[in-house]
């Protein structure tokens, strides 16, 4: 959805970009199907959109500090690791951060992603992991969870096979929170 005011001639010269850059080039159709999924998160977002938001806000921050309590680098730290959902870690320590992920992955149950880093000079050999807390925010975890994670994430790190300390984790939040 794209919204604006076609009130003078610098808008009409930026809906023209619009126009022709949206559609064809990366919508197809206004698809039907995806609107009453995105009525309910509206609703939902509404109603529990800041509540959500400051939780997943406090467990991004409260894992970035677990995270470096067990010895992790979290960057960011001066500034709190974090104003949003994620969180940026230099895994150099640990090994090449590409190998880590698929590791957490297989081994843990632990999704992240490989991230270059500011000063990382070649994508293929990136030097940090991303997470969000997001998912697990909706699930019902709080700022306790996210120490029980670190740790959990840390002998990931390390190469641990903790999959099943992670689904036993997991298993204990199943419902689903601001709804």
Do not use: C
Not at 52 to 67: C, M, P, W
Not at 98 to 117: P, V, Y
Not at 162 to 174: A, H, N, P, Y
């Amino acid at each position: 959805v794209i919204l604006g005011s076609m009130a003078g001639e610098q808008e009409m010269k930026w809906w023209t970009s619009v126009d022709r850059g949206v559609m064809p080039g990366s919508s197809s159709s206004h698809h039907l199907h995806t609107l009453p999924g995105l009525l309910i998160a509206i609703r939902e977002m509404a109603e529990h959109g800041k509540k959500y938001a400051a939780q997943i806000i406090a467990n991004a921050k409260a894992l970035g500090q677990a995270l470096a309590d067990e010895g992790v680098t979290v960057e960011a730290q001066e500034f709190g690791f974090t104003a949003s959902h994620q969180l940026a870690l230099n895994v150099t320590n640990f090994g090449n951060a590409k190998d880590i992920a698929r590791s957490l992955a297989e081994k843990s149950n632990i999704i992240t992603n490989f991230n270059m880093l500011p000063w990382d000079k070649d994508a293929r050999n990136p030097s940090g992991l991303r997470i969000g807390v997001q998912e697990m925010t909706r699930y019902g975890m709080k700022e306790a969870e996210m120490g029980e994670l670190a740790s959990l994430m840390k002998a990931g790190l390390e190469g641990k096979s903790v999959k099943d300390e992670v689904t036993k984790l997991r298993s204990r939040f199943t419902d689903v929170h601001f709804s």
